[in-house]
């Protein structure tokens, strides 16, 4: 019961009885259409740290990678996904048929959700900027929008594309709708919390900067799997999607170069699965790198971080273009929680995160990005002294922990706007 007592002759909580009021959220409606959950670990671990808060939290997502359940209810999140659309090569024609297919699920599924009980926040992880459809629909009965960018569209249209054309103003329009949508946006750095301000014209109060970080439950430094280790070899990691913007053109031509001028004492784990998979062992065939490459697939959980425990360093080859520049990249933070080194081309926000923990390349020069990795293998110690720097840096500053208390922040800005 809620009550009122008296002080100074006035009125208190505890004089009058009467039913607790209503929080302005209780029920947190995450949307995200291009990772499964729990696949996606950002939405899991907002998730899990919401329903931790005291709230109520569903997740529409698609299904993929072994997630194929149409409902699961895990660690009290009820998960409710749909049938992924098939890739088709990733052009207009497709990109229209995914969208077109997932906003159809996104509203048949939130509307058996609100029947079962209303949310009263619409939680948006793009891409694509289109969930504020779903937003404003439901902004009719009281539901308020949190945009969680974890891209900037625009720019990921040009890195996808290499140009601008009609696809990049669609994308334009698509993110101020999202923005103007939104009572409170999340930003995973600041230079999207820059965007936010100044291409979308938010108030600073109702941008929070929730950065992307491992839980160091999970991401503890440790042997690793042995399988992976090949004898007296230097092991190069890569994890994350393996896809046209990655750069994994430069991380094979660097690597050809090591190859070719004479380091050959090492080894290539590659994490992880995408669109560009195929061709990227058949390049492997072709410059006849096959020895020096393992291809693990997906790897979760307990098997990824047994992984990554196991190399040596880590390779970040995201070529610098105007949106992996302002990006943060999920794979350094998770090589730093461990205890590796980095090496990364020369990005804004890549320097942010890592700092000393990372070697950096410019130009987007495969060349210089195979130095960086020769002067890592050549000096055990500057690994050793970089891993340590990670690490510290992690715990003290980037992960999980770091980010939890800021995404609570969002959602309590996002009440206080609600009782107005």
Not at 42 to 48: F, I, K, P, Q, S
Not at 252 to 275: C, E, K, N, Q, Y
Not at 283 to 301: H, I, K, R
Request: charged share 20%.
């Amino acid at each position: 019961m809620f009550t009122r007592g008296c002080q100074n002759g006035r009125q208190s909580d505890s004089d009058v009885e009467g039913p607790m009021p209503e929080p302005p959220v209780r029920h947190i409606l995450i949307v995200v259409e291009n990772l499964p959950v729990p696949l996606d670990r950002r939405v899991w671990l907002e998730a899990t740290t919401l329903v931790r808060a005291g709230y109520q939290v569903s997740i529409i997502s698609p299904t993929g990678q072994g997630w194929v359940a149409p409902f699961e209810r895990r660690e009290g999140v009820d998960i409710y996904r749909y049938p992924a659309a098939p890739e088709t090569g990733g052009g207009a024609v497709s990109y229209a048929r995914e969208y077109a297919s997932a906003i159809w699920h996104w509203f048949r599924l939130a509307r058996r959700i609100w029947q079962q009980s209303p949310f009263q926040a619409i939680h948006g992880c793009n891409p694509p900027d289109l969930i504020c459809l779903l937003a404003m629909w439901y902004r009719r009965k009281g539901a308020s929008y949190v945009y969680d960018q974890h891209d900037v569209c625009p720019e990921l249209f040009v890195a996808k594309f290499d140009k601008q054309g009609v696809g990049y103003h669609v994308m334009r329009k698509c993110e101020l709708l999202s923005y103007r949508a939104a009572s409170v946006v999340i930003s995973p750095n600041e230079s999207f919390r820059e965007i936010a301000m100044t291409r979308g014209g938010k108030c600073h109060d109702d941008i929070v900067v929730v950065r992307s970080a491992p839980n160091l439950t999970d991401f503890t430094p440790g042997p690793g799997s042995q399988r992976y280790r090949r004898e007296g070899k230097t092991l190069l990691g890569y994890v994350g999607v393996i896809g046209q913007q990655e750069g994994m053109d430069l991380l094979l031509s660097a690597a050809h170069h090591l190859v070719t001028s004479g380091t050959r004492d090492i080894h290539f784990l590659i994490i992880g699965f995408g669109p560009s998979l195929p061709d990227m062992k058949r390049q492997v065939d072709d410059l006849g790198l096959t020895d020096y490459f393992t291809f693990t697939g997906a790897l979760y959980g307990r098997a990824l971080v047994d992984a990554l425990n196991t190399i040596d360093m880590g390779l970040a080859p995201d070529p610098c273009n105007a949106m992996n520049d302002i990006s943060s990249m999920n794979k350094v933070v998770e090589y730093m929680a461990l205890g590796k080194p980095v090496v990364q081309f020369d990005l804004t926000e890549g320097r942010r995160t890592a700092e000393t923990a990372s070697l950096y390349a410019a130009s987007n020069d495969p060349i210089r990005f195979a130095d960086c990795i020769k002067q890592l293998i050549d000096d055990p110690s500057l690994r050793a002294a970089m891993g340590k720097a990670g690490r510290e840096r992690v715990v003290n500053a980037l992960a999980w922990s770091s980010s939890e208390p800021h995404l609570l922040a969002a959602y309590t800005r996002l009440g206080d706007k609600r009782l107005r």
